[in-house]
């Protein structure tokens, strides 16, 4: 997917571990992992904003948009899954 959640790196710059961040948005643990991990396939809009508030950062700290590679990298992937 070309949109990437860059929740790693402003986690890292502001020393906070999924756990302590987990419980400070009120988010299971499980995921939070699996958005630090890029492999949501969306994000609410409440998610968002408590990532924002709790890290004191704005939406476009946290996506970042990745042309090209990605995109056509998952693309091609469903179409060696279909055979194609």
Do not use: H, W, Y
């Amino acid at each position: 997917m070309p949109i990437r959640l860059n929740l790693e790196q402003v986690m890292a710059e502001r020393d906070i571990s999924l756990t302590e961040l987990a419980d400070r948005i009120g988010i299971t643990l499980a995921n939070l992992s699996i958005l630090k991990t890029n492999k949501a396939r969306a994000i609410r809009f409440t998610t968002l904003e408590a990532l924002c508030r709790v890290l004191k950062c704005q939406p476009g700290d946290l996506l970042e948009f990745v042309s090209g590679e990605i995109g056509s990298a998952e693309a091609r992937s469903r179409r060696d899954r279909r055979g194609g």
